[in-house]
């Protein structure tokens, strides 16, 4: 299954170039990414979800990446408008394969699990230039680290600095993008982005 992330280009000059937002060539891009890390709260609305989702298309990706995505829900579907929700999410990130998880840290297991199932399933480093992890969580530390020692780059992307976990953070050797700033951590480490607001490009 291959998806397109139909990436937005940077146009703030301010933002230093850092291998999350450069223009890929070669091999595909995996995606991996905890939604609900990347929304930064649990009090969602439409217009979260969409600025989240805008705001990801700053990161490179072709049109033979794979994409990985999950964020909880409630599995009862008596909340209507967490349902509408959902919803939402799975219409802005289409066509990327999202799954709705529940419980403590559901959307780490889903993702955690999906990545185990398609490293069993194909040869990762062969098809994959590099990985971009969208969490902070210490959870993906383990697996990254793996990723890592089999020939990866993996690259972080998080809502803000106060979101990574420093075990995580000293299991990659990619770039550390800070979706809410527009900014690489490695890249451009002190200044604060100004935030530029790009034209969305049509779907």
Do not use: K
Request: hydrophobic letters at 40%; a positive charge.
């Amino acid at each position: 299954m291959t998806t397109a992330l139909r990436p937005r280009t940077l146009r703030n000059p301010a933002v230093r170039p850092c291998l999350t937002t450069a223009p890929l060539t070669g091999r595909a891009r995996l995606h991996v990414l905890d939604l609900d890390n990347l929304h930064a709260t649990t009090m969602l609305d439409h217009a979260l979800i969409h600025r989240v989702r805008d705001d990801y298309r700053l990161i490179g990706s072709t049109n033979s990446d794979l994409v990985f995505a999950a964020c909880n829900h409630d599995p009862t579907g008596r909340n209507r408008i967490q349902a509408g929700l959902n919803f939402h999410v799975l219409e802005e990130w289409m066509p990327a394969r999202v799954r709705l998880a529940h419980g403590p840290d559901g959307a780490d297991n889903a993702l955690l699990h999906d990545l185990e199932d398609l490293a069993h399933a194909e040869n990762l480093t062969g098809r994959f230039e590099d990985v971009v992890i969208g969490s902070g969580d210490h959870a993906f530390a383990p697996v990254a680290r793996r990723l890592e020692y089999d020939g990866l780059t993996v690259h972080l992307v998080v809502a803000q600095n106060g979101d990574l976990s420093q075990t995580l953070r000293q299991n990659i050797s990619g770039c550390i993008w800070l979706l809410n700033e527009h900014r690489c951590v490695r890249h451009d480490p002190c200044r604060r982005a100004a935030r530029v607001r790009p034209t969305r490009r049509p779907r």
